[in-house]
């Protein structure tokens, strides 16, 4: 069992930065077997990838962030970070944070989590 708690998102003006949080919890020693992501979704749109960090630390970025988003974790803390740079209003999103279950032979293989989401508003 994961839980992921994303935190971060808010109000931004285009152009602006803004670094989202997602706080693993539930596994003790877990958290560095799962590939980690972001996925957003904006009001009538499908749920996106935007970024994803495997457990070895490769990254992969959807072609409309690359540049201007960064994925990166810290498996002391259990947490994944997106930081986000010049802001557009078309990153108007909730953001999700996704773990999958990486290793073979530990409980979560095959497993996905989601949190709750983090809203991102990029408005003047």
């Known amino acids: 069992q994961v839980q992921l708690v994303e935190s971060g998102g808010g109000l931004v003006q285009p152009g602006g930065s803004l670094r989202l949080s997602c706080a693993a919890s539930?596994?003790?020693?877990?958290?560095?077997?799962?590939?980690m992501a972001w996925y957003r979704q904006a009001p009538g749109k499908q749920r996106e990838l935007v970024a994803a960090i495997t457990t070895g630390g490769i990254t992969n970025y959807a072609d409309s962030v690359k540049g201007r988003f960064a994925i990166a974790r810290e498996n002391a803390k259990n947490t994944v970070y997106l930081q986000m740079i010049s802001l557009k209003p078309e990153d108007t999103a909730v953001y999700y944070c996704?773990?999958?279950?990486?290793?073979?032979?530990?409980?979560?293989?095959?497993?996905?989590?989601w949190g709750k989401g983090t809203l991102v508003t990029v408005s003047s």
């Open positions: 539930g596994r003790s020693f877990g958290f560095a077997t799962m590939n």
């Open positions: 996704n773990a999958k279950g990486s290793y073979r032979g530990t409980l979560d293989y095959g497993m996905e989590y």
